[in-house]
């Protein structure tokens, strides 16, 4: 078992002697547990194959899932991608500092331990300040999948790191809760028109503003297990998200989907089941079961997204056997929402009518 040390960190202005800490120990090839604006990253030094390693054993991560490397600056994206195309470049300008990862063909300098052996890598550069002192104070690209235990719901404070990893990693920087709560969007530029391998931070919308062209892989929208030969994002085919609890996702109109959650939860407690139902501000007050929590109110699919990691590890610690959950509107930050939804289900989805 290593050590773990536990450093709170201002947000808004993090400690200068703090942040040197962890760059340290980044520098030496260990592993920091940091915040961005999405959810907590697991952090190591990109450029090194050892230190890369060590995350994949410490979240228990299959090694052919590539991770994303975490940069300060554009320039950066330079150091470690070729023939980034103009498009990359426009989107770099508009939404970084932010929620969305590019995925580019990459430079030898990358190694295949940052890459799970892909010939592209993903980059992005986080909208959070003590992210980015880090990476700058380490002076070097920081690799970081969100830091979770494989297969569990990602960290959205620092609570949910210690929870799954200490004991584990090096150092966990507690800057408090993240505000985006799902993680970013990962967009494949290395094809035309650019396609979506992951919805999140960034919304489709916002994307096809600015690009014109956007598609969507089908695992995206996938409201059952899409079976991959080749996955062009490993993380595809993982299991993923999954709380300990039985996760149902009720979908249809909103007035049905109330109907069912109800009818379901009543039928699973006369069963002798202890249920939660993960249900919105608009309906939160038709349900009855055992322990009912809201992903804040339809119109706001930003709070959803900010919530809904918590909730489903909330869920777990109340000792529920089974969460009904209603679906929300697929647009917005929803279509991030919905995709993590049905993934925790397993593709457990009802559709009420
Ligand atoms: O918001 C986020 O993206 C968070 C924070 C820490 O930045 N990170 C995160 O990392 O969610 P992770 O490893 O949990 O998810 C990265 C996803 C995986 O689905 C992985 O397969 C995909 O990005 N990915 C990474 N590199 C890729 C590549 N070269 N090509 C395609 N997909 C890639
Ligand atoms: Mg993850």
């Known amino acids: ?11 808004e202005k993090p400690e200068a002697e ?6 340290k120990i980044i520098r030496r090839g260990g592993l920091v547990a940091f915040p961005t604006e999405t959810v907590y990253g697991l952090g190591a030094d990109a450029l090194n194959p050892e230190a890369v390693t060590q995350i994949y054993l410490a979240k228990k991560r299959p090694l052919d899932n590539p991770i994303i490397v975490h940069v300060a600056s554009e320039n950066d994206v330079y150091r470690l991608a070729e023939n980034v195309p103009e498009k990359a470049r426009r989107l770099m300008s508009v939404f970084w500092p932010g929620p969305l990862t590019l995925v580019l063909k990459a430079k030898d300098i990358v190694p295949k331990a940052t890459t799970g052996g892909l010939d ?12 980015l002192a880090l990476i700058k104070e380490s002076r070097v690209p920081i690799a970081a999948p969100s830091a979770n235990l494989s297969g ?3 960290p959205t404070t620092a609570e949910h790191v210690k929870q799954d990893l200490y004991g584990r990693i090096d150092l966990i920087l507690d800057a ?7 993680e970013s969007t990962v967009l494949d530029l290395t094809m035309d028109p650019p396609q979506i391998l992951r919805p999140g931070g ?4 916002a994307l096809s503003e600015v690009l014109g062209r956007v598609e969507l892989h089908p695992t995206v929208v996938a409201d059952r297990e899409i079976s991959l030969v080749h996955a062009r994002s490993p993380g595809m085919k993982h299991k993923h998200y999954a709380p300990k609890a039985k996760v149902i996702v009720v979908e249809g109109e909103p007035e049905a989907v109330r109907r069912k959650v109800q009818e379901l939860a009543e039928e699973h407690r006369k069963n002798g089941r202890s249920v939660g139902v993960l249900a919105t501000d ?12 809201s992903l804040g109110a339809r119109r706001d699919l930003s709070s959803a997204a900010r919530n809904l990691f918590k909730m489903l590890r909330e869920f777990d610690e109340e000792k529920v056997d089974i969460i009904i ?3 929300v509107p697929i647009e917005g930050l929803g279509l991030a929402v919905m995709n993590r939804l049905r993934k925790a289900s397993g593709f457990n989805i009802v559709k009420a009518d």
Do not use: D
């Not at 960034?202 to 919308?205: A, G």
């Not at 608009?282 to 929590?293: L, P």
């Open 18 to 23: 703090k942040i040197r800490v962890a760059a």
């Open 325 to 327: 959950a209603e679906s």
């Open 176 to 182: 408090g809760p993240t505000e985006v709560g799902v």
């Open 1 to 11: 078992m290593k050590r773990t040390i536990v450093l709170k960190v201002n947000p």
């Open 152 to 154: 569990k719901p990602s």
């Open 120 to 131: 592209t890598v993903a980059v992005r550069m986080p909208n959070l300040r003590v992210a």
């Open 282 to 293: 608009e309906n939160k007050r038709f349900y009855k079961a055992n322990v009912i929590k």
């Open 202 to 205: 960034v919304s489709y919308e």
